[in-house]
């Protein structure tokens, strides 16, 4: 009898077919009613899970009695109660490296579009308002030569660091759980309190995990360290930052702009942010180019067979 595999988010079609192929697949849709009792439904039978932007939790995995494996075709595993899973002797693989430097490009896109108003400048543009040469309300900030701190030298810290440092000939501060001398020596990046990158830093990119730790490392308190010329970039969890204190210094200009991919509950429907013209906004796409989400199915697809034909899978959290 075929395993049977659940696939819990839309997931590039031709993994899909492969795994259709070898297992017996059912796919959870939305379309289909209320998702965590599809999947609690659905787990109760199932071998392996693979998909990504789903919370997992006790709650939606306690009918799970034969399950070995859950896949997710993310780097990022705050969705799934590690500990729980861990009790329940469930394999929980990632895929890490693949979207580092896809990632890593868009807190630089992110960067230079709250620095230079990109997303205002070209709504004010298509509108027809670009009647005489422009003034100080579209001027922007330079990028080149100015400090970058960044939040969590992991490996997309990193990727960002190597950006602004060889392509922008940047200062880097980084403040990490701890130093990281052989990284940091490359970019000549210097080790600082999180209190030294914000007050030190033209522009602030947020690169760390979202742990018990980190949540909420950025309030009202963080961001009245940063300069009033300050760009934040957050491409890591909206949680890392408190969104309504960001809300707030953006509108009092407390810092000059940000430049958000996450947010503390997605998909965001409604925010203020919506409002703020210094606020540039994308929905959650740090990993997603075409090349890169085919990579990170590729590798779920690897960890999810490798568990299910009993092997070690080669990226287990
Ligand atoms: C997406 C990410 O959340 O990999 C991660 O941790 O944040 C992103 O790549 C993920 O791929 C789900 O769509």
């Known amino acids: 009898m075929k395993q049977k595999v659940v696939v819990f988010s839309q997931i590039d079609n031709e993994i899909l077919m492969r795994l259709e192929q070898q297992y017996h697949v ?7 009613g209320d998702v ?73 896109t992110l960067l230079m579009s709250a620095a230079r ?16 040469t422009v003034g100080p309300a579209q001027f922007g ?7 970058l701190g ?16 060889h392509g922008f000939n940047m200062n880097i501060l980084y403040h990490n759980r701890s130093e990281k001398i052989e990284i940091a020596e490359q970019f000549k990046a210097e080790y600082c ?18 742990n018990s730790a980190s949540k909420s490392l950025i309030g009202a308190d963080e961001l009245k360290l940063m300069q009033p010329h300050a760009v934040l970039v957050n491409i890591a969890r909206g949680s890392v930052v408190n969104e309504q204190a960001l809300i707030h210094a953006l509108k009092t200009r407390t810092i000059f702009a940000a430049g958000l ?32 989400r085919k990579r990170m199915a590729e590798l779920a697809y690897h960890n999810l067979v490798d568990a299910l034909e009993g092997r070690v899978p080669r990226y287990m959290v």
Do not use: M
Not at 120 to 128: A, Y
Not at 272 to 292: C, D, I, R
């Open 150 to 165: 960044i939040i969590g030298l992991g490996h997309i810290g990193a990727a960002v660091a190597r950006r602004g440092f």
């Open 36 to 108: 965590n009792q599809q999947i609690l439904e659905h787990s109760a039978d199932a071998d392996g899970l693979i998909g990504a932007g789903r919370v997992l939790n006790q709650s939606n995995l306690k009918n799970a009695q034969k399950l070995r494996v859950i896949s997710s075709v993310s780097v990022g595993y705050d969705n799934y109660d590690v500990d729980y899973l861990h009790q329940q002797k469930i394999w929980l693989t990632h895929t890490p490296h693949v979207l580092t430097e896809t990632t890593a490009d868009l807190a630089f």
């Open 261 to 292: 991919d996450v947010y503390e509950k997605e998909p965001l429907q409604s925010s203020e942010l919506f409002q703020l013209e210094n606020a540039v906004t994308l929905p959650h796409v740090g990993s997603a180019t075409a090349q890169t």
């Open 117 to 132: 108003q990109v997303p205002s400048l070209d709504t004010w543009t298509k509108q027809g308002q670009w009647q005489r």
């Open 141 to 147: 900030l330079d990028i080149y030569g100015k400090t």
């Open 193 to 210: 309190s999180l209190q030294d990158v914000l007050s030190r830093s033209d522009f602030v990119v947020i690169a760390v995990d979202l």
């Open 26 to 32: 059912v796919q959870i849709n939305p379309k289909n």
